[in-house]
Structures are given as C-alpha cells and as structure tokens.
C-alpha cells in the first residue's frame, strides 16, 4: 500500500468513496441516490430545462440522465412535460414532494461536506475546493 499512499489519483479515488458514503448515508432515508439528488439540485436552480440541459450543466451522459429521470418520476420527485412549443421535447419540472424537501436536502448536502471538511481550517477549505475546481479544468 505504501507505493500508492502518495499517487494522487489513489489519494483522489479515496477521498471520492468516502465522501460519497457520507453522502449516500445522508440521503438514503430519502430514497435517494448522490446522482438523484444532484438532478433535483439543478432543478432548484432551474426548472423545465430537457433531459439533455442537464445532462450538460451535469456532465452526465444522456442515457444516464434518462434513467436518473425515470426512476426520479417514478418516486414522484420530478414531473415530465411535453413542451408546449416543441412537442418532441420532454421538460422536467419539480414535484410538490421535491419543492418541499428542498431545504431538508440542501441541509444533509451541507452537513456532509461540513464532516468532509471538519479537520481543515477555513483558509485550506478554500485551497482544497480551488484545488479541486483546478482539476476539473
């Protein structure tokens, strides 16, 4: 193991698992799934947008969207119109159920990350989520 404690991509592969079982502890009284609860969030923040929308503001592929979707339907989380100007597209709006358990959500997100990042203090929060968004680039 110790050839791999200092290889960043071992270091990174880790850090993800642990955060999202933290994660996925936090939102399985909902029902939901980490990749469940990033569409509703996107949806929050927007709503009627296409299954391809967020796919791009999530960097997911369309076929998981798809089935992120129906099963998000299915637990009556989100609705899925037709749109009324183009009725090949399929717009997803929030439920009642999602609207109200908003709050309730972005709280177990944040409490989350507040665990994550407990041994670190507030100059190397920011470092570590800069470091992070560098990578993304």
């Known amino acids: 193991m110790?050839?791999?404690?200092?290889?960043?991509?071992?270091?990174?592969?880790?850090a993800y698992q642990k955060s999202q079982n933290r994660l996925k502890a936090r939102l399985l009284p909902y029902g939901l799934t980490s990749v469940q609860a990033l569409v509703l969030e996107a949806l929050w923040e927007k709503e009627g947008l296409t299954?391809?929308?967020?796919?791009?503001?999530?960097?997911?592929?369309?076929?998981?969207?798809?089935?992120?979707?129906?099963?998000?339907?299915?637990?009556?989380?989100?609705?899925?119109k037709t749109d009324p100007e183009d009725k090949r597209l399929l717009r997803v709006f929030l439920s009642a159920k999602a609207l109200k358990?908003?709050?309730s959500l972005v709280k177990e997100r944040t409490m989350a990350n507040n665990e994550i990042l407990k041994g670190f203090s507030d100059a190397e929060q920011i470092l570590f989520k800069r470091f992070l968004k560098d990578l993304l680039q």
Do not use: H
């Open 51 to 80: 299954a391809g929308q967020i796919g791009k503001r999530l960097a997911l592929d369309n076929a998981t969207v798809s089935g992120v979707l129906d099963r998000l339907a299915d637990a009556e989380w989100i609705i899925k």
């Open 2 to 14: 110790t050839q791999y404690i200092d290889c960043i991509v071992f270091l990174l592969a880790k």
């Open 101 to 103: 358990m908003e709050p």
